[in-house]
């Protein structure tokens, strides 16, 4: 994907203000801020024109001229380091009025009042439900969704087969558990989606991005396929991790049973203790994989040894729903062993990375900016 300077701006105008992004967009802003140092620059500079101050402030005056002046007037006197053209500024001003006119109408709309960091259930008529939601239940054609702080379980109310797609979004610092209609437990790390049926007429199919810990439900006569973005998982009764984080790669670990592996080319036999990390643009690799470092994630820890460092930071960004910006791309490649630890602040993991690494790391809002020590 190329940078079009233009369109990440509206991008990142909306995320600063406090609107929410879809996946693709996430996914999108996630990778010109990865890839383009014209984008890390343009994020740095709009963050810091739109600060937290303006916006609070301008939401409790509700006084949308007052709010605009006051906006470029800030900009203008931060002169410091902005170069942030007096266009973006201007256009950031006039989407500040135009969210604060229409923000009180448009909370009426289940699209827009869905919160960003809310575990999101999505039926296949397209209603969408923040879980847990109120009670615990909610009712869904034929179905019932029985929904708390950790879990969902499917329960089939009626007789039809319900086959339409749900989905099942678990945002950035948050894990959660999907229960299906047959008993399989999907467990989901951070940053997920598992796209399914309420109920399973013959083969049971589903779809996962991200990463998640499967247990299936043992039947034979209706086997078990977990589809990912290059691959296909056949399964009749097993425990196993997919992980497809990585864009144009799927990682299977295999911890009880046995499962097949299929691409378009080749159709793999994977046995207990083996990952098959499947490539779009080469063939498949079975190795042995160590249960403590991959699995890591079920104990709410990460392991990593002697891993770059812009690994962990993916892992960072996943954990705490924050976004990296290196002042230079050679500075990701900084070696690192440690855990992440179910109880770690991202202030302590910062400080942990200034401490074993020739950097500086620093916490901005939801940012976390890795510059050279000086």
Not at 252 to 257: D, E, P, R, Y
Not at 349 to 356: C, E
Request: aromatic share 8%; charged share 25%.
């Amino acid at each position: 994907m190329q940078y079009d300077e233009a369109s990440f701006f509206q991008l990142i105008k909306r995320k600063l203000l406090g609107y929410p992004l879809s996946l693709d967009e996430e996914k999108c802003v996630k990778d010109m801020l990865d890839r383009y140092a014209d984008a890390r620059k343009l994020y740095c500079d709009l963050q810091e024109a739109l600060s937290n101050e303006d916006v609070s402030e301008y939401f409790r005056t509700r006084d949308l001229q007052a709010g605009a002046a006051m906006i470029i007037e800030r900009s203008k006197s931060r002169t410091r380091k902005i170069r942030i053209r007096l266009a973006y500024v201007a256009a950031a001003s006039v989407l500040v009025i135009v969210a604060v006119a229409g923000f009180f109408l448009l909370r009426k709309s289940p699209d827009v009042a869905i919160n960003e960091n809310a575990v999101v259930f999505q039926s296949h008529t397209g209603e969408k439900y923040e879980l847990p939601a109120m009670g615990g239940r909610v009712k869904t054609g034929e179905a019932m969704l029985l929904a708390d702080s950790a879990s969902v379980k499917i329960v089939h109310t009626g007789s039809s087969d319900n086959a339409g797609t749900n989905i099942l979004i678990v945002p950035p610092g948050k894990r959660y558990t999907l229960i299906l209609a047959d008993g399989t437990t999907v467990r989901l790390n951070a940053a997920s989606r598992v796209e399914f049926p309420l109920v399973f007429s013959g083969t049971r199919q589903i779809r996962i991005e991200g990463e998640a810990h499967l247990n299936v439900r043992a039947s034979v006569e209706r086997p078990f396929i977990v589809h990912t973005p290059i691959s296909s998982i056949e399964i009749l009764g097993t425990e196993f991790n997919v992980n497809t984080y990585e864009p144009g790669i799927s990682r299977v670990a295999l911890t009880k049973g046995a499962l097949r592996v299929r691409t378009a080319k080749e159709s793999l036999l994977i046995s207990p203790g083996q990952e098959a990390i499947t490539y779009a643009d080469r063939r498949t690799e079975v190795h042995l994989f160590d249960s403590a470092v991959t699995l890591s994630w079920l104990h709410d820890e990460y392991i990593f040894n002697n891993e770059r460092l812009e690994n962990i930071m993916k892992i960072v960004q996943r954990r705490f729903g924050v976004y990296v910006v290196y002042q230079r791309p050679e500075l990701a490649n900084c070696v690192v062993a440690g855990v992440i630890t179910k109880d770690m602040t991202l202030r302590q993991f910062v400080d942990y990375i200034n401490s074993v690494c020739t950097l500086k790391a620093s916490v901005l809002k939801d940012t976390v900016l890795i510059n050279e020590k000086k």
